[in-house]
Antibody, heavy 120, light 108 residues
Framework: QLQLQESGPGLVKPSETLSLTCTVSGGSISSSGYYWGWIRQPPGKGLESIGTIYYSGSTYYNPSLETRVTISVDTSKKQFSLKLSSVTAADTAVYYC????????????WGQGTPVTVSS | EIVMTQSPATLSVSPGERATVSCRASQSVSSDLAWYQQKPGQAPRLLIYGASTRVTGIPARFSGSGSGTEFTLTISSLQSEDFAVYYCQQYNNWPPLTFGGGTKVEIK
């Protein structure tokens, strides 16, 4: 059974870089049938896609965040990572990692989410 | 960017009754539309994709319809475990993949 688990600091200072890692277990991160993505949800608000990555390293970012986002993959560790630079309070959210189907681009398996607060 | 608009924001329904959630796209997304359910403190769960195809294991009381710009999620007879927030998501034109603002289905 596929499982995804986010990890990283829960508190980040303004102007610094938010860094999170998602570890995939119970399945292959190198499968040709899936992308891997990051989604966030500010407190009490809706869902926003951040970006996705294929195991080969191809990335697709939300244009609204593209200048600040980097997503990378390490297939040997079965991990993919998110870096978001120059954070502000508006980046405070629960961050989810998830698997995105290659055929229908829907998120069919999610991590439990990790809360990140941007505050000094 | 395709903007997804859901209505209503909150829907009050009695157990056993039907609930209908609407989702409108700012431009046609064909049938590239998914629905998710999110309960408090949990990650979203995929219910429906392709506008009307239920994920394996999702009860038949959940159904989706629509194409183009207008979509509907119907829960035919609400059970206690169905009270949650529901989101639509388009995947016709991305990045970015975009979600609706959510509809909270609450107990009347």
């Amino acid at each position: 059974q596929l499982q995804l688990q986010e990890s990283g600091p829960g508190l980040v200072k303004p102007s610094e870089t938010l860094s999170l890692t998602c570890t995939v277990s119970g399945g292959s991160i190198s499968s040709s049938g899936y992308y891997w993505g990051w989604i966030r949800q500010p407190p009490g608000k809706g869902l926003e896609s951040i970006g996705t990555i294929y195991y080969s390293g191809s990335t697709y970012y939300n244009p609204s965040l593209e200048t600040r986002v980097t997503i990378s993959v390490d297939t040997s560790k079965k991990q993919f990572s998110l870096k978001l630079s120059s954070v502000t309070a508006a980046d405070t959210a629960v961050y989810y990692c998830a698997r995105l189907q290659y055929s229908d681009y829907v998120f069919d398996c999610w991590g439990q989410g990790t809360p990140v607060t941007v505050s000094s | 960017e395709i903007v997804m608009t859901q209505s209503p924001a909150t829907l009050s329904v009695s157990p056993g009754e039907r609930a209908t959630v609407s989702c409108r796209a700012s431009q046609s997304v064909s049938s590239d539309l998914a629905w998710y359910q999110q309960k408090p403190g949990q990650a979203p769960r995929l219910l429906i994709y392709g506008a009307s195809t239920r994920v394996t294991g999702i009860p038949a009381r959940f159904s989706g319809s629509g194409s183009g710009t207008e979509f509907t999620l119907t829960i035919s007879s609400l059970q206690s475990e169905d009270f949650a927030v529901y989101y639509c998501q388009q995947y016709n034109n991305w990045p970015p993949l975009t979600f609706g603002g959510g509809t909270k289905v609450e107990i009347k």
